[in-house]
């Protein structure tokens, strides 16, 4: 039953659109129901999961065969993105039952992040390359018609750009895809996995990994392929900048990536996931410390943080994926965070540029401030917040691997991260109130609540590390991804 | 061999117009370029020299001694036409708000955004 995840958003999509003369309230109620559901559901599959041993479990869509017809697969790593997407999704769709108030058509606005949230899902669970290549397409579309959907000149233009840079990414993926497809006579994952194993062609092999890796990089905005994210974040509605940021270059990039190289075409790209992984860390950080606006701050540091999780996952060990896989589930958290936070001061105040606030909105905003203080020190990686646990392991396992020189680049780009959250909240929260702010309000409780509780998620997100959770959670899906090539032997054998 | 290089060639000739040309229709054209290229590709991956349609008698006997092209890129190709579909519907959408919004189709006049 795992194609529910696909299933009940679409679905919700078009009943939105059969009733969208619904109050505009209803249709987020609507939404945000409908991804809780899928909430529940990725917690029931990770339970299924933990009493059979982490065995995947396979669906076949249409009851055809496995190298004929298309898989669903869910396995350790997909319960844990499925928990992440929807998670995360469910809170920015509360949060937009109030933002939305500013913009006309919200039931479009509704309909688009089902669908993007839908392309989330089937991304993670198909164990079909090119069904997997659909599902993505399916999240740029929607994506950059969420982007542009206040059709602001700025908004048009990151639109366009993204659209530009994204389906281009999607033609070389999709190069990569016929040229596997020629070699191996399959796109089942697993199948891919087993033909190549029994027959290695390393010149090919190396350049079909090229191809992906120049796709999903710059879907996932990786250094030299990062043009359209500053754009994109920044002129987008903030909650859907939360899930660019918090999901999409994680699902539609990262997770795609290393599915496609380690468990499917068993490539040893480690030097180039960590040296890419390594100049993003330093230049989003370094550019993000130069931002005036205040949400291009935090896209610079996306960036920044992507590349932390680039390099733990480029590391290559057991160790090394399991700290990839924990800071991309705090970075998630704590960045959604941040951009709802800044949604909450672009709301309440119509200001963007750093240098207008003068600070001391602490006074009239108290419990924005706090979580927002969380979320950031989260990122910076403050001792008992998350975000901490998961760079201290990333340079753990930096160090395990004898890699000392990028072990202290992680640190010192902490410290840069650090700075610029403090800049940030310098020029928004702490100091003396100006005059013009003498009348701005708390946000309403519709978004305080998602804030609050994603800055309670920061804070208690150590907790995942502790043995009888993280067993169930974080290791099963490291252990998918150091497992290597095996994934495909494991899920052929369920398929049979 | 020949014409998987041209096919090729025919992706980088997409990629240079995307990277290289100013006017917001040539970029899109570009991006078209490409698309009609891996299409193309996944075309001749199936395709096998003198072999008929891909048709297959009742009880799925495949006919005797009779050669058929793959199937699989066929179909993969038509949904690939359908997402190329949606996206040049979105980005010529996007270009004509532009246009209204900045009066010009050139790139390097198109920049609110910086940093």
């Known amino acids: 039953m795992i194609f529910i995840f696909v299933i009940i958003p679409i679905l919700t999509a078009i009943l939105l659109t059969l009733f969208n003369k619904l109050d505009r309230r209803w249709l987020g109620v609507v939404t945000s129901a409908a991804l809780g559901v899928n909430l529940v559901a990725a917690f029931i599959l990770i339970s299924k999961l933990a009493g059979n041993g982490f065995q995947p479990v396979v669906y076949k869509l249409g009851g055809w065969t496995v190298p004929m017809g298309i898989l669903l697969v869910a396995d350790g790593l997909t319960a844990f993105m499925l928990v992440l997407i929807n998670l995360i999704s469910m809170i920015c769709a509360v949060y937009s039952i109030k933002y939305m108030d500013k913009f006309l058509d ?203 999780i680039l390099f733990a996952f480029g590391l290559n060990t057991q160790l090394g994926f399991f700290a990839g896989l924990f800071h991309m589930f705090n970075h998630a958290v704590a960045k959604s965070l941040m951009f709802l936070t800044s949604g909450a001061v672009m709301y309440a105040t119509d200001e963007r540029i750093l240098d207008n606030f003068g600070g001391g909105l602490r006074k009239k905003m108290p419990l924005t401030s706090i979580t927002s203080f969380i979320g950031s020190m989260s990122i910076s990686g403050l001792p008992p917040l ?37 800049k940030w909240h310098k020029e928004i929260f702490f100091g003396e109130l100006p005059e013009k702010w003498s009348n701005i309000k708390e946000s309403p409780l519709v978004m305080l609540l998602p804030m609050i509780i994603l800055a309670l998620l920061c804070a208690v997100s150590g907790f995942l590390l502790l043995p009888g959770i993280s067993s169930n959670f974080l290791e099963p899906a490291a252990k998918v991804l150091s497992g290597g090539v095996e994934y495909g032997k494991t899920v052929l054998e369920l398929a049979k | ?84 579909l949606t996206v040049v519907a979105i980005m010529v959408a996007l270009a004509v708000r532009i246009y209204e919004k900045y009066g010009t189709f050139d790139i390097t006049k198109i920049k609110r955004l910086k940093g």
């Open chain 1, 106 to 308: 919200e039931w479009k606005y509704f309909v688009l992040f089902l669908m993007l949230t839908a392309s989330f899902n089937g991304a993670v669970l198909s164990g079909d390359i090119f069904n997997m290549f659909v599902f993505i397409e399916m999240g740029t579309i929607s994506a950059a018609a969420l982007i542009a959907f206040d059709t602001a000149p700025e908004e048009l233009e990151s639109a366009f750009r993204y659209m530009i840079f994204g389906s281009a990414a999607a033609l070389f993926v999709m190069l990569g895809i016929a040229l596997t497809y020629a070699y191996t006579s399959t796109l089942n994952m697993a199948d891919v996995a087993v033909s190549i194993v029994l027959n290695k062609n390393v010149a090919l092999i190396s350049f079909i990994t090229v191809l992906f890796i120049i796709g999903f990089f710059t879907k996932s905005a990786v250094v030299p392929f990062h043009f359209w994210l500053p754009d994109a974040h920044s002129s987008a509605p903030s909650p859907v900048s939360a899930m660019l940021s918090g999901i999409l270059v994680k699902v539609l990039g990262l997770y795609a990536l290393t599915r496609i190289i380690f468990n499917v075409l068993g490539a040893d790209v480690s030097a180039v996931l960590m040296a890419f992984g390594v100049v993003s860390m330093i230049v989003g950080g370094l550019l993000a410390v130069y931002q005036k606006d205040i949400k291009r701050l935090l896209a610079y540091s996306t960036i920044s943080q992507v590349g932390y």
């Open chain 2, 1 to 84: 061999m020949t014409e998987y290089i041209l096919c090729f060639i025919l992706f980088c000739i997409g990629l240079y117009a995307v990277v290289i040309k100013r006017h917001i229709i040539k970029i899109i054209i570009g991006i078209g370029i490409m698309e009609y290229a891996v299409n193309l590709l996944f075309i001749l991956i199936g395709y096998k020299h003198g072999a008929g349609f891909p048709f297959i008698e009742e009880n799925m006997k495949v006919m005797a001694g009779v050669s058929m092209v793959d199937p699989l890129p066929q179909a993969i190709v038509m949904i690939s036409i359908i997402i190329n």
């Open chain 1, 386 to 422: 998350g975000g901490f646990w998961s760079k201290l392991l990333i340079v753990i396992a930096a160090v395990q691997s004898g890699k000392y020189g990028y072990a202290l680049i992680a640190v010192v780009v902490s410290i840069i991260t650090l700075s610029y959250f403090i």
